[in-house]
């Protein structure tokens, strides 16, 4: 079973070149994967645990508001990024934090509760593939890929997971350039990197770069160097509509279009490569 949307293409930079692209980017989780989905309802109430325990700690609701605002604006960067400010408000409010590495492998062993049966279901048959993606994502990246597109990923979770879950939903194979996460070192890897070795690589102009994502740093990542960004407002959990909160998040971030989904891919290829 596939979702439905009610799908409208948001257009909010229109002079913008388009269809000259010839790498494409694109986030990994709510951008094409939705085995996470929920993950936030994981990492902020443990993080409030974490942060309760302090010394010093507000109440509930103080906890609550600095939680959600370090978590939301993190989001899109590697995991370790969110970890690494927790411990910095556990010592704000008089605590010795653990390493954030430990903080990092806590949250996933919790959300690995969450969704094993998701990645069990995918391995062995019994889900399919097509109801664990945004609508429309294998069209899209087909699509990309008979336009010519050499077609990247690049995630802020941990590569190996990316990589597992990637094969999984059987996203693989459209990505002749190579899919990339999280390293163990995470000075190591960026989404910022990835899109200057693009560039680098084949020598491109950022007008030839598209990228995909729904969250801010990809969209930010891909602007800065004159891509076109295409921004993502997917509403993880009912595959339909738009999120109103990643919408804001995207237009802050740059983004030329926004979209809820690719249901109606056609459309919009037709939009991001028109016809000369």
């Known amino acids: 079973m596939s979702g439905t949307s009610d799908w409208s293409l948001e257009i909010l930079s229109e002079r913008v070149a388009r269809g000259r692209f010839h790498s494409v980017l694109l986030d990994f989780d709510g951008t094409i994967s939705l085995v996470r989905e929920g993950w936030q309802q994981i990492m902020k109430p443990y993080f409030r645990e974490v942060l309760a325990a302090a010394p010093r700690a507000e109440d509930a609701q103080g906890i609550a508001v600095c939680v959600d605002d370090f978590v939301d604006y993190l989001t899109g960067k590697q995991t370790i990024y969110q970890c690494i400010r927790l411990a910095e408000e556990v010592t704000a409010r008089g605590g010795t934090p653990e390493d954030p590495f430990a903080y990092k492998d806590e949250y996933h062993r919790r959300l690995l509760v969450r969704i094993q049966h998701r990645l069990d279901g995918l391995a062995d048959g019994s889900l399919d593939p097509a109801d664990h993606v945004v609508p429309g994502s294998f069209e899209l990246l087909q699509g990309l890929r008979d336009r010519g597109a050499t077609v ?3 995630s802020g979770t941990d590569e190996e997971y990316v990589l597992r879950e990637a094969e999984l939903l059987g996203v693989v194979p459209y990505c002749n350039g190579g899919i990339y996460g999280a ?9 910022k990197m990835v899109v200057e070795s693009i560039l680098t690589t084949h020598g491109l102009r950022g007008e030839e770069l598209l990228g995909f994502g729904d969250g801010y740093v ?3 990542n891909v602007k800065e160097v004159g891509g076109f960004a295409c921004g993502v407002a997917s509403d993880e959990e009912h595959r339909r509509g738009v999120d109103a909160w990643k919408r804001n998040r995207l237009i802050q971030a740059g983004a030329d279009i926004i979209v ?3 249901a109606e891919t056609a459309r919009l290829l037709d939009y991001l490569f028109p016809r000369r």
């Open 152 to 154: 990247y990923i690049a």
């Open 218 to 220: 990809e969209i930010e």
């Open 183 to 191: 390293r163990k070192d995470y000075r190591l890897f960026s989404k």
């Open 260 to 262: 809820p989904d690719y």
